[in-house]
């Protein structure tokens, strides 16, 4: 079974970083192309970012090119969101995406 | 990018009844690599449809995908109560992928 368990929220600052992760299992990560997808309280879902399966390209929404960084583990079957400069408008629940397989989400709360 | 445009925006129906949801993009959504999402309370984000028409496991036969190219539509046949929820589509052809806006189903 395709498993996907983000972590790494949490209440941060305006101005401040923050790391998510996502734990992948139950399919050959190293083969996979991987996403983050968030979605900010009572609005739709926005997609943020791509890694392809080595690493090798990455894509990001203009809303958070330049803040965050997204990386991979493949030794490890980790993906991470390495988000700075955050802003309240980055409040959202961040999912880690493997095609269509959606994890639980991780909330972010950015605020002072 | 593809846009996806859904339609209506809010569709207020009684249980029984069916829903028809509309999905438009702004160009030819390639291999109909479009997917449908549930997002309610009790299902939390839940894939409804793939490739366009092909129900996810699980999933009750009341619904139904269909379409290609740019237009999409999602059929849900007699509403049940757990069905009033927000809807999206989603094109996963090509890079970025990109999501509707949401179609809300009320009652």
């Known amino acids: 079974e395709v498993k996907l368990v983000e972590s790494g929220g949490g209440l941060v600052q305006p101005g401040g970083s923050l790391r998510l992760s996502c734990s992948a299992s139950?399919?050959?990560?190293?083969?996979?192309?991987m996403h983050w997808v968030r979605q900010a309280p009572g609005k739709g879902l926005e997609y943020l970012s791509l890694?392809?399966?080595?690493?090798?390209?990455?894509y990001y929404a203009d809303s958070v090119k330049g803040r965050f960084t997204i990386s991979r583990d493949n030794s490890e079957n980790m993906l991470y969101f390495q988000m700075s400069s955050l802003r309240p408008e980055d409040t959202a629940v961040y999912y880690c995406?493997?095609?269509?397989?959606w994890g639980q989400g991780t909330l972010v709360t950015v605020s002072s | 990018e593809v846009v996806l445009t859904q339609s209506p925006g809010t569709l207020s129906l009684s249980p029984g009844e069916r829903a028809t949801l509309s999905c438009r993009a702004s160009q030819t959504v390639r291999s109909n690599y479009l997917a449908w999402y549930q997002q309610s309370p009790v299902y939390g984000l839940r894939l409804l449809i793939y490739?366009?028409?092909s129900r996810a496991i699980g999933i009750p036969d009341r619904f139904s995908g269909s379409g290609s190219g740019t237009d999409f539509t999602l059929i849900i046949n007699r509403l049940e109560p757990e069905d009033f929820a927000v809807y999206y589509c989603h094109q996963y052809s090509s890079s970025p992928r990109t999501f509707g806006q949401g179609t809300r189903v009320e009652i």
């Open positions: 890694i392809t399966s080595d690493g090798g390209t990455t």
């Open positions: 995406v493997r095609d269509l397989t």
């Open positions: 490739g366009a028409s």
């Open positions: 139950g399919f050959t990560f190293s083969n996979s192309a």
